[in-house]
């Protein structure tokens, strides 16, 4: 996989679909109608101690999305659904056998039994934990983090446009950055392949 990464301002007119994962906190763990509804931020929250905790939800209603206008697309649309701790995009599109008016159950170990695969234009890579040089501060300044953390990869990454946010336990420890970046691809590819490039194509010596 590598064909060059298509740079914004060449392709404003790509359009593509995502999936929206919305909460249904109307439901326990089997599907029972809960008597009083729980559901638990997607995010990561901060207790008055400054544990971190993630809550665990099972059933969410799928949605699909057109996004178009490339790489700035895709910034645009994530950004409207950031404040929403319900919500969240994903690669893959529901199963044509199931009713997308109905809520689902996902479960992270076996996301197929709901999920198809979907090849799209857009890649996420997920930074975890990645150790920054002394005097790198990911939350003061993260485009020049992010900087060097794309010159670890293959060359089609460098010199082209990228959405970027930064995760929710970014800033916890010193020079370590966490963050997610869309790059938009000049040709659709599935999860499988992606998975396979992920493993064959990049230097994680350098991370």
């Not at 090849?119 to 300044?141: K, M, R, T, V, W």
Request: some cysteine.
């Amino acid at each position: 996989m590598n064909e060059k990464l298509l740079n914004v301002n060449s392709e404003k007119e790509k359009t593509f679909n995502v999936t929206v994962l919305t909460v249904d906190g109307t439901k326990d763990y089997n599907g029972k109608k809960l008597e009083v509804p729980k559901a638990y931020p997607l995010c990561k929250t901060i207790g008055a101690k400054g544990k971190v905790t993630t809550g665990f939800n099972t059933w969410f209603f799928f949605d699909q999305v057109e996004i178009s206008g490339g790489i700035e697309g895709v910034h645009n649309f994530y950004k409207s659904i950031a404040n929403d701790p319900y919500k969240v995009m994903i690669r893959g599109v529901l199963s044509k056998a199931l009713n997308p008016k109905e809520s689902h159950k996902r479960q992270k170990k076996s996301p197929a039994t709901v999920l198809s695969s979907s090849g799209l234009p857009l890649i996420l890579i997920d930074i975890d934990d990645l150790s920054l040089p002394e005097g790198y501060d990911s939350i003061q300044n993260p485009e020049v983090a992010i900087d060097y953390f794309i010159d670890t990869l293959p060359s089609y990454f460098k010199g082209v446009s990228y959405s970027y946010h930064l995760s929710g336990s970014a800033g916890f420890a010193k020079n370590i950055l966490k963050a997610h970046l869309f790059f938009i691809t000049s040709t659709p590819h599935h999860d499988d392949v992606l998975r396979q490039w992920a493993n064959n194509d990049i230097n994680k010596s350098e991370w």
